[in-house]
């Protein structure tokens, strides 16, 4: 506006008043002066002759009726104008608007109606940006057709804006649309897909806006988390899948809100909309009500229906396919979650629970031990001396277990949901994806803390993706094509980004002190003030305090430090984790299994401080934001700019200032400019031509391509206003395309019409031909259908004249057949009657003749018996007559004896020989019938086995068959994989073969030669590359093995380019050109701020150097500068810096590493000595070996040290050339020598001197920057790594080879080549699958060796990889983790059989179908090849490796089950089952598979009761009795068992199925393998016995594999019978004893209390172990261990016999402080007790019996430095006091003249003379005590005893334990160190536990030096081995050095937990909680036997 033109009074202006456009009107104008009052109300008058354009301009009519859609119309192009549109666009409900394709949405907070309906979804479909008003659906559908135009390009739309502008909503109507896009796609109709999948990423929402938002100050639907939607599309555009990918759930929002904001929403819905019975089930009351909700205030809010959210949750969840059973288990997670919220703690000793029903609530829900749970709230457990004890916490460290429990759990459940949400929804495969971020949005509340540092960290780097694509790559397109152009500045935020990523920026910083144990937020602020303060972008408050403050690109940002750090580590300590592992509900045993699993293994194997790191949640979040930008670059993107237009979430309001704001730091009014001005639409000639040749006819030439294109334009907009021409495309604005695509469009429809009319035609006139046939076939059809049917009718009629002729003639045949029958029936009859009478005649002849044969053989026979009969009697009668000869009648008479004889021995034979015949009859028949039973059980077995061999066969076939499938398929990818390589490797040597001739001609054949010998070396590798790829296996390592060269690193000179000069840069991080030292080496690109000619630079602190005093003592940090041999320090890094001083090492003295502070070195020069301290430990090692090496080195060796000058850690900035995407010649008329690089996130612009230098510059990055892809693959992390060779190690020593390799991760494999280049030769590959594992090697690995490894272990093989950088060992092992958990679970036979097994348990005929099926779940007796379940990769400690031998899980399966084929046949089987149970113990994973393989081997057995299958059991026993499986095998095993008792009763088989599954119920946590005596107990079924000794008694007990300590001495108590002092006592009957009774370890001379808990027979296995190590017996004691109430116990009861025999036992060991004569009347006392009356005969053998020796022995060394030389007695203190007894006069009398020195000499320790001193004393003390015992003649035992107590109870230190400590200098209370008369020396001290306090005694005084009662100590605990710590309150922490830690600790527990019993009821609250413990948690008691 020129001067002096006013427009008239009402008109519409834009006024630039308080730094902004505001939109106003002329009010008045008077006296030279005009009056504008603005929108806001403000009015302000301004001269008239001050008026210019730059204050005032006039507002179009476009701008006054808010009607431009497109902000790039705008006539005016101002922020005034800009807002005025939005708001005038706000105010009529049309909150959308477009800047070109770019969406910008202002929150109406309010629905507007129609706004988001069915039909307007239905109006947007298929429409062009700009056909319509904007809208966001329109925006969905470019995206959603974009991936047609692209050919399957990926899509990408990011959501961005405050929190509070309606990121969350745009996102579901997105979705929305889409999933209506989907439905209704082309080639899927309405039923035709699984519309189920759009309805499942619908109803995703309400679930995770339930769980993941929260109302906020300015948001009541405020995304606690971000989220990236993922949505998959088929070729036909219908969603096949989805994934939810989300980032940073806020957990601490679950235990504490800001005021006016409340939790998350579904705790009050879950309290809002949960019936009554779910209530009570859950013990929910009122929100009001639970800590965790209730803090901020803000419990229920206008806005929010929490009860009908709720039911939309529901339904949600249902629709997702959540059971009713994972519903229930959620809710009572959360409502845990409020219960653990009530718990509270009070301070007794420590924090105590002081409110039990929340405890007991929250242990019901939560389904663990409510003791348990209390412990491990209150008390941290650590390892010592092969024991855990514990330390209870503060009330505020408390609090916050309590807090990380609630967090954690929380955390959990949400990471369970996205799980089951993305298993629901996840698709097999997809053509093309379209993503959605919806992140959470930039937050600067009152109080910033790490949540709002990680939020704001990932919206610059959002926002840093939107400005290069929107303006960087742009501008950047339009000068590389010579495009007409002004450049137009914008908001560069990469310093910054810089600040926050870069080396040593803010992430750094905070990982390193999250490392350090010491680190605090104080230390960490400290750090980003010192390091940070000169950086502009970073803020420090004025006044000092905890808080630092950021420039963000939205503002500035000052965050509060506080818990930082403890967030960052995200601890959850392992006491809670082990008490969530033990919870008795599933769902909570899932969601916590695998890192408890490991937690509790490595705690228990003291391994706890060794075990990996876990990455600190900022770098896990830093890699998940890396991941995100690299998917998101190889997306196309469309922008969503959402405006929040109030901080009141107000409907129609509207607030200016808070708008711009916005507008400005999004760059809107640069994105309108350049959405104005700039050419959005690029084409290339080719695909411009092609897609718009129907527009105008084109010669078939593409010589004239380019005109063709102009011609084309012309046609469209013949101004070029809308248009321009590069050099190989077609740039367009967004109005022009879319004109374009209207004619496109429109001419395509018109040719479609033509050609549709003249189909439709040909289609008519093929209807009319069909209809005209049709027609005449009806009519011939008809005609036909009528003379058939007349044809029919008569053929009918004919039919029924012949079916009665028929029938007539067949009656009379049938007549006549009958006759024919009758007759022939009649004959056969006659014939039978004929031959019967022939049969009967024939009979009757055969019976005559029979009888004639009959009676003439009996005639015959009664002749032949009558001439028997006439022959006997003659023989009679000859016998009669007189014989001449005597011998002969004898003889005759033998001889008839004899015949008579053997005739009797025929009949009998005869007879045996019948009874023979028929037994032999009989058995064959049976043996027949048995042979006929066997060999059908034979048949049956056969076909059985025929079966299951045929099922067998089938499988295998089918196994090889898919293996040979495989094999082939794999072959097939080897041969084109080695096919493409051998192509590459052909295009290279032919590439270098041309290099070769180009050398020959320049650099000669020297040269050459040098080449040609390095191709061959290649060419060999190429060859063996081939040889091993065509192998069976995957994983593939062909990396040279020969440690060749003696150096670390073995590289060819071809893979890593070396370059160096200096470039002027601008981008990225620098903003303006400024000139760096840029350094390409080792594939890395590094600009420093000056050139790096140096062995190593560094900022180090140095002390002194000034003139004065304090500039003498102050430190001061200086850049430190190495060359060659000299140190020289500068002002700052600046090339040019001012030099301050320098320093010679060579001629230094020494270099010493023990400086005045921590990460200090000192030089020791002639002059004087320099103090210089590091940032990091790391730091100083590093610059100590520099200065050492160059200390000592040589010449040569300095020479050497001088070629590595690059360092990356001290560079400006660095770039990995392998990341960059492309390298290009910009054409810049006035910087000519002008080339750019393009990353993923930056753009970077350099200038070089010469033209050569540029060339050669692109010549080396493009060189080796490789391809994005893999084989294929897209990858995920790449980088150079070093690789182990030769034999793996997993170190770093002086005989390890290092090789520099190029590494290479994508979603399937970890590849690795020789170098970066895209035809580089592969060198291995190893395949990745869910098994495998990363592990990351401690700290210690890089103090000692300078590099940081990690290892991959794959299924052959592992690498070995170091690097430098710790931030590249965290990027690579969490890209590795998220590729290995991405994959599918590997799930074998076996566990997909379990599962099957656990489905149809209902069903026996299923289950023995499946039994019968699989031969892999029955006994073999083959050996394993493969185990039955997963097993993870390489996850075996290496320690065990080394001391046991261990190879890997797989194969220690393998020999596992080899012995349980061996178990049969093995002589010593307890060894082999320890051993195996040993395995198990020390490799956890391997329980599973034990208990499957032993499953296995005990099912189908032919012989159940056979002693292989006995055997089998015995171990199966024995794992039950040691290990308990994880929850799926155990469900399997208890199947299996219950199986075998139902089938096989009365077995032993089933005898020890019931054993086992008793067993299981009772099994805890075992420390120790079993011992030798508990094995042969199990392998017996049967209790084991051991021996509890007692004062002068045992008793043997049977005990049980999980019998526990406090059982034990519970059931002592109660039965135990003793003899003591020869009388028996009827019975203890101690339930309501004094004091407390426990077992104790006794052995090596000292006792260990055993905590209650601990199983007895671990006890046991232990003293069996120490017996075989140390080669010491240890029993187990019963005795008191704490005296409650000491003084009023009966004098009658076994219990005061026990305080009796126990306070002797503290007397003779000298912990009872007393005169001379005191002990000697309680030695008499004793003596009195034990023998009696005092008789002649009576001596005391042993006086140690009963007196204290020790203090004998004291007294005796006392009186001899008493009777020292006067040289000595100056040494002793002048306090001490003399005392003359017998041994004194004697010890002087001894000595005589000169007997001092013969003293001296002799008296070391006790030498014989002090040895017969000592003699001489205890003879003097023993009569002095039998003294003293005739005195009490007459006493009864009795008497005796209370006489002795009473002198014992005299003490008022009795009824504490005294422990002997020494105190620790400086760290003990003034008043107890001021009674000490050495202080500065540690001092022996009691330190004495009682039931009420504790107190501190001088060893052998009676007083005490102080006392302390539970309640003013705040905690106590062992900080580190041996060192015993007390804190008391309003004292000084108290530190004793003791080997009795553990001791001490738990008797203070033990008094503790007693006391906090009495003033707290347990009883009611754990009463009601143990109704809900399950019923198997009772253990079984032991039974007592009397020894």
Same mark, same amino acid.
């Given at each position: ?73 705008? #006539? ?11 708001? =005038? ?236 059973? /994972? ?37 019901? =829900? ?56 993305? #298993? ?204 995100? +930008? ?46 104005r001005a700039g050419y959005p639409v690029r084409r290339t000639f080719d695909d411009f031509c092609y897609r718009y040749r129907v527009l105008v006819r084109l010669s078939s030439s593409d010589e004239d391509i380019k005109s063709h294109c102009s011609g084309v334009l012309q046609l469209v907009d013949d101004t070029g206003k809308e248009w321009q021409l590069g050099k190989t495309k077609v740039f367009l604005r967004e109005r022009l395309e879319c004109e374009l695509e209207k004619r496109r469009e429109a001419e395509l429809h018109r040719v479609a019409t033509i050609i549709q009319a003249g189909f439709k035609g040909h289609q008519a006139r093929r209807q009319f031909h069909r209809a005209k046939q049709s027609i005449v076939v009806i009519q011939k059809n008809y005609k036909a259908h009528f003379w058939r049917k007349a044809f029919v009718q008569v053929r009918q009629a004919t039919v029924t004249l012949q079916k009665f002729e028929r029938s007539r003639r067949a009656r009379h045949l049938l007549q006549r057949l009958r006759e024919e029958k009758r007759q022939e029936e009649e004959r056969q009859h006659q014939l039978r009657e004929e031959e019967r009478r022939q049969r009967e005649e024939e009979e009757k002849v055969k019976e005559e003749e029979e009888r004639r044969l009959l009676e003439q053989k009996t005639i015959e026979e009664k002749a032949k018996f009558e001439e028997k009969r006439q022959e006997e009697k003659r023989l009679e009668e000859e016998r009669k007559k007189p014989c001449i000869c ?90 084109? %994989? ?37 191709? $061959? ?10 040889? /091993? ?122 270099? &010493? ?36 090496? *160059? ?62 230098? +540029? ?27 070093? !690789? ?45 699958? $869910?098994?495998?594992?990363? *592990? ?60 099957? =097994? %656990? ?17 892999? &779940? ?54 082999? *089952? ?8 020390? &490799? ?52 299996? =068992? ?57 008793? %043997? ?19 135990? !019978?003793? !003899? ?93 402080? $007393? ?53 000595? !007695? ?102 107890? &160190? ?114």
């Open positions: 506006m020129p001067p002096g033109s006013v427009p008239c009074v009402g008109c519409r202006v834009q006024l630039w008043h308080q730094g902004q456009w505001q939109p106003a009107s002329v009010d008045t104008e008077q006296d030279d002066h005009v009056t504008y009052t603005t929108d806001a109300g403000q009015s302000v008058t301004y001269p008239l002759s001050a008026l210019n354009h730059d204050l005032v301009q006039p507002m179009q009519d476009d701008n006054m009726a808010g009607s431009v859609e497109d902000m790039a119309n705008l #006539s005016d192009l101002n922020e005034g104008s800009i807002l005025e549109n939005i708001r =005038l666009r706000y105010v009529g409900n049309r909150i959308y608007t477009y800047i070109g394709h770019i969406l910008c949405a202002v929150n109406p907070y309010k629905p507007i109606e129609d706004l988001y309906s069915r039909g307007c979804i239905q109006a947007y479909k298929k429409k062009h940006i700009g056909d319509l008003p904007p809208h966001i659906f329109a925006i969905a559908n470019e995206c959603y057709y974009a991936m047609w135009k692209a050919g399957g390009e990926n899509q990408c739309i990011l959501i961005s804006g405050e929190s509070g502008a309606g990121k969350t909503e745009s996102t579901k109507f997105i979705l929305q649309f889409l999933s209506e896009m989907s439905q209704v796609s082309v080639g899927s109709g309405e039923g035709s897909t699984d519309t189920s999948v759009e309805q499942a990423i619908l109803q995703s929402s309400p679930i995770m806006e339930a769980f993941g938002n929260a109302k906020t100050v300015y948001n009541n639907n405020s995304s606690r988390f971000g989220k990236f939607i993922q949505l998959q599309f088929n070729e036909k555009g219908s969603i096949t899948g989805g994934r939810i990918q989300d980032y940073l759930l806020e957990k601490n929002r679950v235990v504490g809100q800001n005021p006016d904001e409340r939790n998350y929403h579904i705790f009050y819905s879950l309290i809002a909309g949960s019936t009554p019975d779910i209530k009570e089930v859950l013990c929910l009351t009122e929100a009001s009500e639970f800590h965790y909700l209730n803090q901020s205030g803000c419990i229920n809010d206008s806005t929010i229906n929490d009860q009908e959210d709720f039911s939309k949750v529901l339904h949600a969840m249902r629709v997702m396919n959540f059971s009713e059973k /994972d519903i229930l288990d959620v809710w009572c997670l959360l409502a845990s979650i409020l219960h653990v919220g009530n718990i509270k703690f009070v301070t007794t000793a420590g924090a105590q629970v002081a409110d039990k029903q929340a405890l007991s609530n929250a242990a019901s =829900l939560l389904r663990v031990d409510m003791l348990g749970l209390a412990e491990a709230l209150t008390q941290r457990s650590i390892f010592l001396r092969g024991e855990l004890i514990s330390t209870p916490l503060e009330v505020n460290e408390a609090a916050d277990s309590r807090d990380s429990l609630a967090m954690n759990l929380y955390k959990a459940c949400f990471r369970w949901i996205i799980t089951k949400i993305n #298993s629901r929804i996840y698709g097999n495969g997809h053509y093309s994806s379209i993503g959605v971020l919806d992140i959470f949005g930039f937050e600067n509340f009152q109080t910033n803390r790490f949540e709002q540092f990680n939020i704001n960290y990932a919206n610059e780097k959002l926002q840093e993706y939107f400005n290069k694509h929107i303006f960087s790559l742009e501008q950047l397109e339009y000068n590389r094509e010579g495009i007409v152009w002004t450049d137009i500045d914008w908001v560069d935020n990469g310093e910054c980004l810089d600040l926050v990523e870069r080396k040593l920026g803010i992430l750094d910083l905070l990982d390193e002190e999250s490392r350090f144990p010491k680190g605090t937020d104080n230390t960490f602020v400290d750090k980003l003030h010192g390091g940070h303060k000169e950086n502009a972008f970073f803020l420090k408050p004025k006044v000092a305090s905890r808080m630092f403050g950021i420039k963000h690109y939205a503002g500035e940002v000052y965050y509060d430090t506080q818990g930082f750090l403890d967030k960052n580590r995200d601890t959850f300590r392992d006491d809670i984790l082990n008490i969530l592992q033990e919870s008795r509900s599933d769902f909570i045993y899932e969601l916590f299994d695998t890192d408890a699993y490991a937690n509790r293994t490595s705690l228990k194997s003291g391994t706890a401080t060794r075990q990996r790191k876990k990455p600190t949640v900022s770098s896990q979040f830093k890699e998940s934001l890396r991941s995100l +930008m690299t998917t998101l670059s190889a997306a196309n993107p469309f922008f969503v700019r959402c405006i929040k237009p109030n901080s009141q979430k107000l409907p129609d309001t509207f607030d200016p200032e808070l708008v711009l704001s916005q507008l400005r730091y999004s760059g809107m009014l640069e994105t309108v400019r350049i959405r005597p011998m002969c009648g004898s003889r005759r008479e033998m001889e008839k004896q004899e015949e008579i004889r053997q005739q009797e021995q025929k009949v009998k034979e005869k007879q045996e020989l019948r009874k023979l015949l028929e037994d032999w009859a009989k058995a064959k028949q049976e043996l027949a019938m048995l042979r006929a039973q066997q060999a059908e059980e034979a048949r049956l077995a056969e076909e059985a086995k025929q079966r299951a061999l045929e099922e067998e066969k089938r499988f295998e076939e089918f196994a090889k068959k898919k293996a040979k499938e495989d094999a082939k398929r794999m072959e097939q990818e080897a041969m084109s %994989r080695l096919r493409a390589e051998a192509e590459q490797e052909r295009r290279r040597q032919e590439a270098q073969r041309k290099w070769n001739r180009t050398l020959s001609t320049k650099k000669g054949e020297e040269k050459r030669e040098s080449v040609d010998s390095m191709l $061959s070396e290649s060419d060999g590798t190429q060859e063996r590359s081939s040889l /091993d790829e065509s192998g069976d296996e995957l994983d593939m390592d062909l990396d040279d093995e020969s440690p060749s060269s003696p150096k670390r690193h073995s590289l060819l000179p071809e893979v890593t380019p070396y370059f160096h000069a200096y470039l002027m840069m601008k981008g990225g991080v620098m903003n303006t050109w400024k000139r760096r030292w840029c350094v390409l080496k080792d594939d890395t690109l590094m600009w420093y701020r000056g050139k790096q000619a140096s062995i190593k630079s560094g900022w180090l602190a140095k002390k002194g150097g000034g003139t004065g005093t304090l500039s003498r003592r102050s430190w001061k940090t200086r850049w430190f500068v190495l060359r060659g041999t000299t140190l020289s320090y500068h002002e700052n890094d600046e090339e040019g810096a001012k030099q301050l001083g320098s320093i010679d090492v060579k001629s230094c003295k020494e270099i &010493l590493d023990n400086g005045l502070k921590e990460n200090a070195l000192s030089i020791v020069t002639e002059a004087r000595t320099y103090h210089l301290v590091a940032e990091t430990p790391e730091e100083a090692s590093q610059w100590y070996n520099v200065l050492t090496s *160059v200390y000592s080195a040589t010449d040569e060796e300095l020479r050497e040290m001088q070629d590595e000058q690059a360092n990356p850690k001290n560079a400006a900035g660095t770039l990995d050339v392998a990341l960059i995407d492309s390298v290009y010649a910009s054409d810049n008329e006035s910087k000519p020598h002008q080339f750019v690089i393009i990353t993923a996130n930056r753009v970077f612009t350099c200038c070089s001197d010469t033209a050569e230098e +540029m060339h050669h510059w692109i010549s080396c990055l493009q060189r080796s920057k490789g391809d994005v892809h893999s084989g294929g693959q897209d990858f995920i992390t790449r980088g150079w790594l070093s !690789k182990e060779t030769g034999k793996p190690t997993g170190t770093v020593n002086k005989s390890t080879t290092l090789k520099k390799r190029w590494f290479v991760l994508t979603a399937h494999s970890l590849d690795y080549y020789k170098s970066s280049d895209t035809n580089s030769q592969k060198l291995g590959t190893l395949i990745l699958d $869910s098994l495998c594992r990363v *592990v990351q090697a401690d700290a210690e690995m890089y103090e000692q060796t300078g590099y940081y490894m990690f290892t991959i272990h794959g299924r052959r093989r592992s690498f070995h990889l170091f690097t430098k950088l710790h931030t590249e060992v965290q990027q690579w092992v969490q890209s590795l983790q998220e590729v290995i958990d991405s994959k599918v679970p590997i799930v074998t036979p076996t566990q997909q059989l379990i599962t099957d =097994l %656990r489905d149809a348990s209902m069903n026996s005929e299923a289950v023995d179908q499946i039994y019968q099926r699989n031969p892999i &779940l029955r006994h073999t007796p083959h050996p394993l090849k493969t185990p039955l379940l997963p097993l993870p990769y390489g996850d075996v400690n290496a320690n065990l490796q080394k001391e046991k031998g261990y190879t890997n899980l797989q194969e220690e399966a393998v020999k596992i089950f080899n012995s349980l084929l061996q178990i049969e046949t093995a002589a010593d089987q307890i060894s082999i *089952v320890q051993n195996i149970l040993e395995t198990c113990h020390d &490799l956890k994973y391997l329980k599973d598979e034990v208990y499957c393989q032993l499953i296995k081997q005990t099912m189908g057995v032919a012989d159940v009761d056979s002693i292989g299958n006995l055997r089998v059991w015995q171990i199966m026993a024995c794992m039950c009795c040691a290990f308990q499986p994880t929850r799926n095998v155990i469900r399997y095993l208890k199947f299996h =068992l219950k199986r075998c008792k139902e089938k096989f009763p009365s077995t032993e088989m089933a005898k020890f199925a019931a054993f086992c599954g008793d067993s299981l119920r009772r099994c805890k946590g075992r420390e120790y393998v079993p011992s030798r005596d508990e094995v042969i107990a199990i392998l017996g079924r049967r209790d084991m016995y051991t021996t509890v000794h007692c004062y002068g008694s045992s008793c %043997r007990i049977s005990i049980n594999s999980s019998t526990t300590a406090s059982e034990v001495v519970k059931h002592l108590i109660q039965e135990m !019978k003793l !003899k003591v002092v020869q009388r028996l006592v009827r019975g203890m009957n101690l339930e309501e004893t004094h004091n407390t009774f426990a077992l104790f370890e006794r052995g090596a001379g000292q006792d260990k209390a055993i905590d209650g808990k601990a199983i007895v027979a671990d006890i046991l296995a232990k003293f069996e172990k120490l017996k075989e190590e140390e080669e010491t017996d240890w029993k187990l004691f019963f005795r008191l261990f704490c005296f409650m109430d000491p003084r009023n116990v009966p004098t009658n009861s076994l219990e005061y016999d026990f305080m009796f025999e126990q306070a002797h036992e503290d007397v003779i060991h000298n912990r009872f402080p $007393s005169s001379e004569e005191t002990l000697q009347y309680l030695a008499a006392y004793r003596l009195q007790y034990k023998e009696g009356d005092f008789s002649k005969s009576g001596w005391i053998n042993d006086l140690g019996q009963v007196y204290p020796m020790e203090r004998l022995r004291r007294r005796v060394k006392s009186t001899k430095e008493n009777i020292a030389p006067v040289s000595d !007695k100056t040494e002793r203190p002048a306090t001490t006091k003399r005392k003359s007894n017998f041994l004194e006069g004697t010890l002087r009398r001894s000595f005589g003249k000169g007997g001092h020195k013969k003293a001296r000499q002799q008296v070391l320790g006790e030498d014989a003379q002090l040895i017969h001193l000592l003699k001489e004393e205890e003879s003097s003390t023993t009569s002095a005590v039998i003294a003293k015992w005739k005195m009490l003649k007459g006493l009864t035992k009795e008497e005796a005893q209370q006489r002795y107590m009473r002198a014992v109870m005299d003490w008022s230190g009795y009824g504490a334990t005294l422990f002997d400590v020494e105190c620790i200098p400086g760290k003990i209370p003034r008043d107890v &160190l001021s009674a000490c008369k050495d202080r500065q020396h540690p001092v022996d001290l009691w330190l004495a536990v009682s039931v009420d306090e504790i107190a501190l005694y001088k060893r052998g005084e009676e007083r005490p030096l102080a006392s302390y009662a539970y309640d003013s100590i705040l905690s106590f605990g062992a900080p580190v081995p041996n060192t015993y710590k007390i804190v008391v309150e309003d004292k000084e922490p108290m530190m004793f050095e003791t080997s009795q830690v553990v001791e001490i600790a738990k008797l203070m527990k033990a008094y503790i937990n007693s006391l906090v019993k009495k003033r707290y009821s347990w009883r009611t609250s754990y009463h009601s909680y143990r109704k809900s413990v399950d019923s198997d948690d009772i253990l079984l008691s032991p039974t007592v036997t009397q020894s």
